[in-house]
């Protein structure tokens, strides 16, 4: 058990597991680092992460590198100077759920090469990207009941990234677009989403098809409801 700890200022990682597996981390305040909040990397798998707080550090809050089946839940990931919560390098079938990841100057929380996760019931808004972005061959994810609002681009967005489920967020008065699809981002569901008041569109595909685009609220937007360019068919 990794508990109670003040793990700040420190020239890396505040708190860092390299290949450690089914360990307790909790209640422990890593901030200001040089690297990470806290960092699990080569396959530090089936961790529980819980009511942390990394904020103000140089690089992410919190970051997954290859590590697999963790659970991330009521952590808060503010004000880092890359991600809120960065998965990377086939971290998949992690639960990420209830964090507080607003106002860092990337995204609150983004996926790069990594699938099967579940993204639910956190809050990611206020952000200097995206509030949710999926990258690289991010697949296959379950992207539920979130909130990304406020962000400087967009609210939630998949870049080559198919098969993922997006149901039931609320993506709002983002400076972009509330969902974008971009880069041959295919075989999506994209279901019961509120994707009001943003600046551009509702939901934006970009060269992106075969996706199930349904049941959605894209009122009020700056541009249009739902907005299909650049052959996506």
């Known amino acids: 058990n990794v508990t109670g700890n003040n793990a700040s200022y420190n020239t890396w990682n505040g708190i860092y597991l390299n290949g450690s597996s089914f360990n307790n981390v909790t209640l422990n305040n890593a901030s200001y680092n040089g690297y990470s909040g806290i960092n699990l990397s080569s396959s530090s798998n089936w961790n529980l992460v819980t009511n942390n707080t990394a904020t103000n550090n140089t690089q992410n809050g919190i970051v997954l590198s290859g590590s697999s089946n963790n659970t991330l839940f009521n952590n808060t990931a503010i004000w880092n100077g890359q991600n809120g919560i960065s998965l990377v390098s086939t971290s998949n079938g992690n639960n990420i759920t209830g964090n507080n990841v607003t106002s860092n100057t990337w995204n609150g929380i983004a996926l790069s090469s990594s699938s099967y996760n579940n993204i639910t019931l956190n809050n990611a808004g206020y952000n200097g990207y995206s509030g949710i972005n999926l990258s690289t061959s991010s ?95």
């Open 139 to 233: 697949n296959w994810n379950q992207i539920r009941n979130n909130t990304a609002t406020n962000n400087t681009q967009n609210g939630m967005v998949l870049s080559g990234s198919t098969n993922n489920t997006l149901f039931n967020n609320t993506a709002v008065f983002n400076k972009q677009n509330g969902i974008a699809l971009n880069l041959s981002s295919n075989g999506n569901n994209v279901t019961g989403n509120n994707v009001t008041s943003n600046s551009w569109n509702g939901i934006s595909l970009n060269g992106s098809s075969y996706n199930n685009v349904t049941q959605n609220n894209a009122s009020y937007n700056g541009y249009s409801g739902i907005n299909l360019s650049s052959i996506s068919n």
